[in-house]
């Protein structure tokens, strides 16, 4: 039984020099995967705002740093990060609704493993700090914390095409 399956086995065997050609395509492989960037949708018309822009808070939020990242991120109904502590999350300040922001640019990642990726508003608050805000990912973004209510909690968009 060993030898009908080693004769069967044997002519799909590569030799050294196969093998090696093989191999020669991991490092090809590895780096297409590892392939990702960013696109610029500030003045795409992709999303219902174009960068860089002033933005007024409709909706209190909060301020969270992640764990030593340079960049905050924004969040809608901010939250007690007491128990998050162990996820390195905490709450920089709340932000009150009519609190002014600046976003200064608008951005989707990508990678050829993921796709389209997050969609991203970079800004800064009144006191100068850099933050990120995740308005949505692939083709869907939510409503931020600056859209007034009646927009949709969820919405298509076109972006990256």
């Not at 970079?122 to 939510?142: D, K, L, N």
Request: hydrophobic content about 40%; aromatic content about 6%; overall charge positive.
């Amino acid at each position: 039984m060993a030898n009908r399956v080693a004769r069967w086995v044997e002519p799909w065997r590569l030799s050294a020099c196969g093998r090696r050609a093989g191999l020669a395509w991991l490092p090809l492989l590895a780096a297409l995967a590892g392939c990702e960037g960013r696109h610029d949708l500030a003045s795409s018309g992709c999303l219902p705002l174009r960068a860089p822009a002033r933005v007024v808070l409709l909706q209190e939020s909060g301020l969270y740093q992640v764990r030593d990242a340079p960049t905050l991120v924004l969040s809608p109904h901010p939250r007690d990060t007491a128990n998050d502590r162990f996820h390195g999350l905490q709450r920089v300040r709340t932000l009150p609704p009519g609190t002014p922001l600046e976003i200064t640019r608008l951005e989707q990642a990508w990678g050829l493993d993921v796709g389209k990726g997050r969609i991203s508003a970079f800004g800064t608050s009144p006191q100068g700090e850099p933050f990120e805000y995740g308005w949505g990912g692939g083709t869907q973004i939510g409503r931020a914390p600056w859209e007034p209510a009646s927009v949709a909690p969820l919405r298509a968009v076109r972006c990256g095409d």
